[in-house]
C-alpha cells in the first residue's frame, strides 16, 4: 500500500472494497476509515494520495474538522472556510467550530462567525449563538424565538437551559406559558416532560398521576380541589380523555359544572372539540366557540378549520379564517377553502382572485383552483433541449461532481447531502436541469427529481416525473385492472423509485412493502415469501400492485385506498363519511398529517402521469371525484392483513 502508514485495521477494511474501485476512490474510503479511527498519520497520507480527485477536499476537511477542536487549530479553519466558501464541507465546518467556539466559551468569536452561516441552524447550536449574544447582555435575537424554544413537548437541548432561564429572568417567558407546555406536553402524552414543567408550578405529580387522567377521567375530574390552579387545568384536561369513550357523558358533566373551573373551563370546551374533530362530529365548533378564550396552538387551529372544510361550514370557515395569524392564513391550504367559502358565499370575484394565485402552481391546490377557474393543465412543455455549454458547466460544478463521485462509491447520505446543497444555491434552471439529466442517466432518479423540482422557470416534466421499471410497471397495472398513472403516483410518492429504499417502519422497496404484507400477498398468490422480494423491482411491483388492488376492491374509491394503502385500510375505513363527500374536503380532514400530504401528493402525481401517458383522467377534480358515504357503499376488510 502506498506510503506504508497503512494500520493493520486499515487494510482489513480496503481488502473489502471492490476491485473495481479506482485508486482515488480507494484511497477516500481509507482516509474516512482513518479519520474515524483517529489515525491522523493515516489521514495525512491519504490527502496527499487523494490529491487530483473530486473528493480531494474531504481529507482536507477530515484533518481540519479534528483541529477545530483546539484554540490552536483556529487559523486552519478559517483557511478552509474561505478556500471552500459556499460548499456544502465548508457549512459542516462553520457549524462543528461553532460549537467547539461555544463550548470553549469564545463568545466574541461565536458572534462574528454565526452571521456566515448558510443554512439555518439546528436547536442546539441555535441555543448555543443565543448564549453568545446573552454573554454581552444581548436577547434581542432571543426574544422572538422565546416562544418556539420553551412551547414544545420535546425535551430542549442542554444549551438551551441558559437560555430559556434569561428570558424567565427578564420576564419575556412567563408563569403562563409554564402552564401552556404543561398542558401541550399532557396533550402530546409526554409525561416526563408534563412532570417536570409541572414542578416548575409547584405540582408534584407522580407517573400515576398522570396515568390516571386517562384510565380514569371522571374520577379525577370528580375529586379535584377546584380551589387550586393546578387541579382545575388536570381536571380541565380530564374532560378531553373523557369525551374520547364518553362524549355524551363528558359534555353533560362539563355544561352543569364548568362554573367550577372557572377560567380553566375554556381549555375543557376545547378538549371536547378536539375529541368531537376526531369522531367527524359537527357539534366540535359550537365546542371551539366555547374555548375561545383559551390560547391557540397552530395544531388547535388548523384541526378547527379541516373540521370546517369537512362539514362545508362555509360562514364559520371565514370568520375563524379572519381570526388567523398572517402565518397560517398566508398557507396554501387555507387559502384554496377560503376561495371556496368565497365562491359559496357569490363573492365571486374575491374567489377567482384566490384561485387566480393558486393556480401558478401545479401542485394539488394550483390544480384545484386551475380547474375552478374553467381551466385545465395544458399539455406537457415541449423538451427543454439540454446543450453541451449546460452539461460543461455541470462538469465544472465541485459539488455536483463531488456528489457524483460519492454516489458512484455508494455513499448514498454523503452524496445526497452533497446534492441537495448544490441544487439549493444552483439558482440556475437550465444547470439544474442538466443536473437531473446527468442523475437520471445514472439511474439516481430520486436526485433527478430533487433537482428538476426546483427549477424557478424552465420546468421539465420527463424529470420531474420520470417513468423508470415502466414495462413491469404496466403489464402488472394492466393485469389487475389498475390506472397505471395513479400507479405511477404513488410509487413516485413512496420511493421516488429508489429499489433500495427502506422506511424506518421495515417497508421496502418501490412500493415500500411491509414483510407482513408482503407474506400475506405471497400466501394469497401461492407462491413462497423471501425478505428479499421487497427490494426486488420485479416482486416488488407484483406484490405491491396486488396489495393496492385489494384495498381498492375492499374500500372502493381509489381515494380511500391510496389513505388506505399509506395509514392502513381499517383507518381509511373509519374516516369514511356517512354521506357522499366530496373528495378534497375529506382528503383535508384525514387525521394524520403524514397521510394528508400523502394522499394530495399520490392524486396529483397521477394528473401528471396521465398526461405523459396520455392516458387515464387528466383533470384532478374528476379523478378523485366523490369518497362513497357508508349509506352507500359496502366494504369488508375481515380478510387485509
Request: glycine share 6%; with cysteine; charged share 25%.
Given at each position: 500500500m502506498r506510503g506504508g502508514f497503512w494500520t493493520s485495521s486499515l487494510l482489513t477494511v480496503l481488502m473489502l472494497v471492490s476491485p473495481l474501485l479506482s485508486a482515488a476512490d480507494r484511497d477516500w474510503l481509507a482516509a474516512r476509515e482513518a479519520f474515524r479511527q483517529g489515525n491522523d498519520t493515516a489521514l495525512a497520507?491519504?490527502?496527499?494520495?487523494?490529491?487530483?480527485?473530486?473528493?480531494?477536499?474531504?481529507?482536507?476537511?477530515?484533518?481540519?474538522?479534528?483541529?477545530?477542536?483546539?484554540?490552536?487549530?483556529?487559523?486552519?479553519?478559517?483557511?478552509?472556510?474561505?478556500?471552500?466558501?459556499?460548499?456544502?464541507?465548508?457549512?459542516?465546518?462553520?457549524?462543528?467550530?461553532?460549537?467547539?467556539?461555544?463550548?470553549?466559551?469564545?463568545?466574541?468569536?461565536?458572534?462574528?462567525?454565526?452571521?456566515?452561516?448558510?443554512?439555518?441552524?439546528?436547536?442546539?447550536?441555535?441555543?448555543?449563538?443565543?448564549?453568545?449574544?446573552?454573554?454581552?447582555?444581548?436577547?434581542?435575537?432571543?426574544?422572538?424565538?422565546?416562544?418556539?424554544?420553551?412551547?414544545?413537548?420535546?425535551?430542549?437541548?442542554?444549551?438551551?437551559?441558559?437560555?430559556?432561564?434569561?428570558?424567565?429572568?427578564?420576564?419575556?417567558?412567563?408563569?403562563?406559558?409554564?402552564?401552556?407546555?404543561?398542558?401541550?406536553?399532557?396533550?402530546?402524552?409526554?409525561?416526563?416532560?408534563?412532570?417536570?414543567?409541572?414542578?416548575g408550578l409547584g405540582l408534584s405529580l407522580a407517573e400515576r398521576d398522570i396515568k390516571a387522567l386517562t384510565d380514569t377521567p371522571r374520577q379525577v375530574i370528580e375529586r379535584a380541589d377546584v380551589s387550586q390552579r393546578g387541579a382545575r387545568e388536570l381536571a380541565a384536561f380530564a374532560y378531553s380523555r373523557w369525551a374520547r369513550v364518553d362524549p355524551v357523558g363528558a359534555h353533560a358533566h362539563l355544561e352543569a359544572n364548568a362554573g367550577r373551573l372557572r377560567e380553566q373551563a375554556a381549555y375543557a370546551w376545547r378538549g371536547l372539540a378536539m375529541a368531537a374533530v376526531r369522531r367527524f362530529d359537527p357539534i366540535a365548533e359550537s365546542f371551539f366557540q366555547r374555548s375561545e378564550t383559551a390560547a391557540w396552538t397552530t395544531m388547535h387551529r388548523e384541526t378547527r378549520l379541516r373540521g370546517l372544510v369537512r362539514h362545508g361550514a362555509w360562514a364559520d370557515y371565514r370568520r375563524v379564517y379572519d381570526t388567523l395569524p398572517v402565518a397560517i392564513q398566508n398557507q396554501r391550504a387555507w387559502q384554496y377553502w377560503l376561495a371556496r367559502a368565497q365562491d359559496e358565499a357569490n363573492l365571486k370575484a374575491n374567489a377567482q382572485r384566490i384561485f387566480a394565485q393558486l393556480s401558478v402552481d401545479e401542485d394539488f391546490y394550483g390544480l384545484l383552483s386551475l380547474e375552478r377557474l374553467g381551466a385545465v393543465m395544458a399539455a406537457p412543455s415541449t423538451n427543454v433541449v439540454i446543450n453541451r455549454a449546460d452539461r460543461d458547466r455541470l462538469a465544472a460544478h465541485p459539488g455536483f461532481q463531488r456528489a457524483f463521485a460519492l454516489h458512484a462509491l455508494g455513499q448514498r447520505w454523503e452524496s445526497a447531502a452533497e446534492w441537495n446543497w448544490a441544487v439549493r444555491f444552483a439558482n440556475d434552471d437550465r444547470l439544474l436541469l442538466a443536473a437531473a439529466e446527468a442523475a437520471n442517466q445514472r439511474e439516481w432518479y430520486d436526485r433527478a427529481i430533487f433537482a428538476a423540482e426546483r427549477t424557478q422557470q424552465l420546468h421539465e416534466p420527463r424529470f420531474r416525473y420520470l417513468t423508470p421499471y415502466r414495462d413491469v410497471t404496466r403489464g402488472y397495472a394492466r393485469e389487475l385492472g389498475l390506472d397505471e398513472a395513479w400507479v405511477y403516483g404513488l410509487i413516485r410518492q413512496e420511493s421516488r423509485f429508489v429499489s433500495s429504499a427502506r422506511s424506518s417502519a421495515g417497508a421496502g422497496g418501490l412500493m415500500q412493502v411491509m414483510p407482513a404484507t408482503a407474506q400475506w400477498v405471497t400466501k394469497r398468490l401461492g407462491i413462497p415469501y423471501q425478505a428479499s422480494m421487497t427490494n426486488d423491482v420485479g416482486q416488488n411491483v407484483r406484490l405491491g400492485t396486488y396489495y393496492l388492488q385489494h384495498v381498492l376492491s375492499s374500500l372502493g374509491h381509489p381515494v380511500l385506498a391510496t389513505a388506505g394503502y399509506n395509514a392502513g385500510p381499517r383507518r381509511a375505513q373509519e374516516w369514511r363519511p356517512d354521506q357522499n363527500l366530496e373528495a378534497a374536503r375529506f382528503i383535508e380532514s384525514i387525521p394524520f398529517y403524514e397521510t394528508r400530504d400523502y394522499v394530495k401528493k399520490v392524486m396529483t402525481n397521477a394528473v401528471h402521469y396521465a398526461r405523459i401517458f396520455n392516458d387515464g383522467e387528466r383533470v384532478l377534480s374528476r379523478r378523485i371525484g366523490v369518497v362513497p358515504g357508508y349509506l352507500t357503499a359496502q366494504s369488508s376488510l375481515e380478510s387485509s392483513p
Open positions: 497520507q491519504a490527502a496527499r494520495d487523494l490529491r487530483g480527485s473530486p473528493l480531494a477536499v474531504y481529507a482536507d476537511y477530515w484533518q481540519v474538522w479534528r483541529l477545530a477542536r483546539l484554540a490552536e487549530g483556529n487559523a486552519a479553519v478559517a483557511d478552509f472556510l474561505q478556500r471552500e466558501q459556499g460548499s456544502y464541507l465548508a457549512e459542516q465546518l462553520r457549524i462543528h467550530w461553532l460549537t467547539q467556539l461555544a463550548q470553549r466559551q469564545d463568545w466574541a468569536r461565536v458572534r462574528a462567525e454565526a452571521p456566515k452561516l448558510l443554512g439555518t441552524p439546528a436547536t442546539e447550536l441555535q441555543c448555543w449563538l443565543l448564549q453568545a449574544d446573552l454573554a454581552f447582555d444581548d436577547v434581542s435575537k432571543a426574544t422572538p424565538l422565546a416562544e418556539t424554544l420553551w412551547l414544545t413537548s420535546r425535551d430542549q437541548p442542554n444549551s438551551c437551559t441558559p437560555v430559556i432561564n434569561a428570558l424567565f429572568d427578564r420576564g419575556i417567558l412567563t408563569q403562563e406559558h409554564r402552564w401552556q407546555r404543561f398542558r401541550l406536553a399532557l396533550e402530546d402524552g409526554v409525561s416526563g416532560v408534563a412532570r417536570f414543567v409541572g414542578n
